[in-house]
C-alpha cells in the first residue's frame, strides 16, 4: 500500500514522505495511529505542509541544541555511588541519573531517552556517553563513576593503573617466551650439527656395508666363467691327447 507519513516513524518514513508499505503494517499499526495516511493528492498536499512546519520547527530545535552543545565543550560530570568488592556497584548508574547530574551544568533537564546509553553502568571508571540534543545534533559527555569519598584523581589514577596492567603482563609474557624461543633455535641449530657430522660417518657405514655385498656377488657371477673356461681347457687337452695317441698308432 502507498501511504504518506504524517509523523516521523524511525525506520519507515519522516514527515510528508511517500512510501510503500505492508498492507498489514499500514493497516495494522501506520493508519489506526494516524500516523500515515493513504497516499491520495490531498493526504500529500497536506501532508507535505506539515512537514514544512516542521522543518522551521526542526532549524529552531538544532539552534537550541547547539546551544547545548557548547555547553558540554570540556564537560565532565561525577556521579557518586555506594561500591562494593572489585569495582562493582550497589545498583547502577542509569540514562535518569545522568540526565540529573547534567541538569545544573546545561540548565535544564535532558528526557533520559535523549542519553543514548546502551546499557547501565555497573563498575567505577570514566565513561563517554552520547548525547542526542537533537535529531541533527549529537554530542558526548564525560561521566566519571566513582565511590563515595573518591576524589577524580585517585579514580583517574585507578583507571591508569588498570590499562597498564594489561600491558605489562603482556611484557612479562613476551619475556618469559623469548628465552624460550632462543633455547629451541639452539636446539634446532645443534640438531642441524649433530645431523652434519652423523652423514659422512652414515655414508660410510653404508658403503663398508655395501662392498662385501657387492664383491660377493662379482665374485658369484665370475665363477661359473671361470668354472666354464677350465672344463673347456681340459676337453681341448684330452682332444689333443687323443689326436696324439692315434698318430703314434698309425706309426
Same mark, same amino acid.
Given at each position: 500500500m502507498k501511504v504518506v507519513f504524517l509523523e516521523e516513524v524511525e525506520g519507515s518514513g519522516r514527515i510528508g514522505e511517500v512510501r510503500n508499505v505492508a498492507n498489514g503494517y499500514a493497516r495494522n499499526y501506520l493508519l489506526p495511529r494516524k500516523l500515515a495516511v493513504p497516499a491520495t493528492d490531498h493526504n500529500i498536499r497536506m501532508a %507535505?505542509? &506539515?512537514a514544512a512546519v516542521e522543518a522551521k520547527q526542526q532549524l529552531k530545535l538544532d539552534a537550541d541544541a547547539e546551544v547545548l552543545? @557548547?555547553?558540554?565543550? *570540556?564537560?565532565?560530570?561525577?556521579?557518586?555511588?555506594?561500591?562494593?568488592? %572489585? *569495582?562493582?556497584?550497589?545498583?547502577?548508574?542509569?540514562?535518569?541519573?545522568?540526565? @540529573?547530574?547534567?541538569?545544573?551544568?546545561?540548565?535544564?533537564?535532558?528526557?533520559?531517552?535523549?542519553?543514548?546509553?546502551? !546499557?547501565?553502568?555497573?563498575?567505577?571508571?570514566?565513561?563517554?556517553?552520547?548525547? &542526542?540534543?537533537?535529531?541533527?545534533?549529537?554530542? +558526548?559527555?564525560?561521566? /566519571?563513576?566513582?565511590?563515595?569519598?573518591?576524589?577524580? !584523581?585517585?579514580?583517574? /589514577?585507578?583507571? +591508569? /593503573?588498570? @590499562?597498564? %596492567?594489561?600491558?605489562?603482563a603482556a611484557e612479562a609474557k613476551a619475556a618469559e617466551e623469548q628465552p624460550e624461543e632462543v633455547a629451541e633455535e639452539e636446539e634446532s641449530l645443534q640438531e642441524a650439527e649433530v645431523e652434519q657430522e652423523e652423514k659422512p660417518v652414515q655414508e660410510a657405514e653404508v658403503e663398508q656395508e655395501e662392498k662385501p655385498v657387492q664383491e660377493a656377488e662379482v665374485e658369484q657371477e665370475e665363477k661359473p666363467s671361470q668354472e666354464a673356461e677350465v672344463e673347456q681347457t681340459q676337453e681341448e687337452a684330452e682332444e689333443a691327447s687323443q689326436e696324439e695317441t692315434e698318430e703314434s698308432s698309425q706309426e
Open positions: %507535505q505542509a &506539515r552543545a @557548547e555547553k558540554l565543550v *570540556g564537560l565532565s560530570i561525577s556521579i557518586e555511588v555506594r561500591v562494593g568488592e %572489585q *569495582g562493582r556497584l550497589y545498583g547502577s548508574v542509569t540514562a535518569r541519573d545522568i540526565c @540529573e547530574a547534567l541538569e545544573k551544568p546545561l540548565g535544564l533537564l535532558l528526557e533520559h531517552r535523549q542519553v543514548e546509553l546502551e !546499557e547501565p553502568i555497573r563498575q567505577v571508571g570514566v565513561f563517554e556517553v552520547p548525547l &542526542r540534543l537533537s535529531r541533527n545534533v549529537r554530542r +558526548s559527555v564525560q561521566v /566519571a563513576v566513582m565511590g563515595e569519598g573518591q576524589t577524580l !584523581e585517585e579514580l583517574l /589514577a585507578a583507571a +591508569s /593503573a588498570e @590499562e597498564e %596492567q594489561p600491558e605489562k
